[in-house]
Structure formats: C-alpha cells, structure tokens
C-alpha cells in the first residue's frame, strides 16, 4: 500500500506542474491591467511603472511565471494588489470557511444519496424507484445559485426563519459550533448539497441494482443469509465506484462553490474568487486558484488510497 500512495504521489510531480502553468496562463491572458484597479485614471505613468515593477508585471510572461513558481514552492503565494495582505493568509482563512461549508454539504448529499439509492434499488414497487429517480432528476437539474435565491426568499425574507448570509451573528469572521452559526451554514448547505446529491443517488442506485443481479447475490440467499447480511456484502462491492464519484463531488463542492457563497456571502474562496475578479487581483486569483487544483489532485489521490484498501483487485490492476 505503501509503495502505490509513493508511485501515484510521483504521478503527481508532472500534473502539478501543468496545473501550475495552466493557473499562470489563464489568469495572465485574460483581458485586464490588475494596476488599474489601484490607480486612479489620472495616475503619472511614473507611479504606474513602480507598481509594475514592484509586481513584478514589467517582465516578459516566462520570466514572470519562473519568478512567481520559484516564489510559490517556498510558500509565499505574494501579496494581494486589492488589500495588501498576504496572499497566503487570505486563502487559508477563505479555505478554512468553504471546507466547514463543504464537509457539511457532503454530509448532507451522500447520507441522503445512500439512503436514496440504496432504497430505490431495493425497491418492490415501481412507485418508489420513479420517485426516487425523479428526486435525482432534479437535484441535478435545478441550478443551484437560483435555488440558493428562492430559499432566501422563502426562508429569509418572507418567514425570517433563517438568517439569509454570512458566516455567523454580528458579522463574525470565524465560525464556531453553536446554534447561531450553525443556523447561518444550514440554507448554504442545502443550496450546495443539491447536485451531489442527484448525482450520487443514481450512482449508488444502479450500481446497487447491477449488483444484486450478480450470481453471488443469488448464493449468498442460497447459503441462508438474511437480508442485511447481504446487504452489507453489496455495499462493500458498490464501495469502489461510489467512491469514485464521491471524490470527484467532494472536489467540485470545494471548487465550484463561487456562485453559493457569493449569494450567501459566505467568506470562503468562491467568494474570495468572486472578488478577486472584478478587483482584478492578480496574486489571490493566482494563489486560490492554485490552491484549490493542488487540494482536489490530492482528495483524488487519497480516494485512490481508499478504493485500494476497500477493494485489493484495483492494486492488483
């Protein structure tokens, strides 16, 4: 087990320096001057140039992105044009936030995707499976950020059940476990767990469903095990794919929340990102970014590490 974790964290070098350029080149190409979001209109071409060099934005695109990569390996991802804050300390602070949100949202979704899927696949009625289906249907369907806007109308402005944004009472800045900001995370949590939770409910349901067509199913009712019995050995063979596409939703949770918190104006890195653009903060898009790529290469790999201790023919393989 050992020796796959060190050959896929190898695999991993070469990825992490295409995600690397790729974060640098796409972020540099777009269309915009970062300098121009701190300068008045009127500012002297002498101050601009300072800043630019200052940046580091007067050198050719190569140098910059060497410069900038040799920077980044040492743990410095810059400073923040916008605020002049580092870079660092704003992403982990952001990142910290989405990963409360996140884990809460996955704890939702694949809970209720379990329970779901596994019921539709062992259901007698076909009443039950087409209900079920239609849930998942939705839940992929519906865009997430427009749902996000109806639950605060519902939910916010009309019955003031709940509160409709932030991360906690009296604008906090960190997030604690007690009532107050728990009930500031559960409308953000249901915005967010709606996709996964469509995805992974007919993930877990047709594989389930072509499980208990295999000939084993069949022996082990032969042998006279009872029904959870089985079902423990079906969930164990559903394990590896329903892994899969759990870590690839986890993934997306984290990286594709900017819409979620954006609407709840939650301070996590969507949010952070979403102000970056229009700031045209060239150092946090860079640095959040960059982070969230290197956290979802590394949840694919532990997934990996998981599906190979649930299921040793993927090590074999």
Not at 9 to 16: C, E, N, T
Not at 28 to 39: C, E, K, R, T, Y
Not at 148 to 162: C, G, K, Q, T, Y
Not at 169 to 191: S, V, Y
Request: proline content about 6%.
């Amino acid at each position: 087990m050992l020796l796959y974790a060190l050959r896929r964290l190898i695999y991993l070098v070469p990825v992490a320096f295409g995600v690397s350029l790729l974060v640098f080149a796409l972020v540099h190409l777009a269309p915009g001057d970062p300098i121009s979001a701190i300068v008045p209109p009127d500012a002297p071409k002498e101050v601009i140039d300072k800043l630019k060099e200052y940046y580091g934005f007067d050198k050719p695109l190569p140098v910059q992105y060497f410069r900038w990569l040799a920077v980044t390996l040492t743990g410095d991802l810059g400073t923040s044009i916008g605020t002049g804050r580092s870079v660092a300390t704003e992403v982990g602070s952001a990142f910290g936030n989405t990963i409360i949100l996140a884990i809460s949202a996955c704890l939702l979704a694949f809970s209720l995707a379990l329970i779901l899927g596994t019921a539709a696949a062992y259901a007698k009625t076909r009443i039950v499976d087409r209900l079920v289906t239609s849930i998942a249907l939705v839940g992929v369907s519906v865009p997430h950020f427009w749902l996000a806007i109806v639950l605060v109308i519902i939910f916010s402005v009309e019955n003031r059940w709940l509160p409709p944004m932030g991360l906690g009472p009296e604008n906090a800045t960190g997030w604690r476990l007690d009532w107050p900001h728990i009930q500031h995370m559960i409308l953000p949590t249901i915005a967010l767990s709606v996709i996964p939770l469509g995805v992974m409910t007919r993930t877990v349901r047709s594989t389930i469903k072509e499980i208990l067509s295999m000939e084993f199913v069949t022996a082990l009712q032969a042998k006279g095990m009872n029904d959870r019995q089985i079902l423990i050995h079906v969930l164990k063979n559903a394990a590896p794919t329903c892994l899969a596409v759990m870590g690839l939703q986890a993934g997306n949770l984290i990286g594709g929340s900017i819409l979620i918190e954006t609407v709840f104006a939650w301070p996590g890195t969507g949010f952070l990102l979403n102000s970056a653009i229009f700031r045209r903060d060239l150092p946090i898009l860079q640095g959040t970014t960059l982070v969230l790529a290197f956290f979802f290469m590394m949840l694919n790999l532990a997934v990996d590490i998981i599906q190979t201790t649930v299921d040793p023919r993927i090590k074999r393989g």
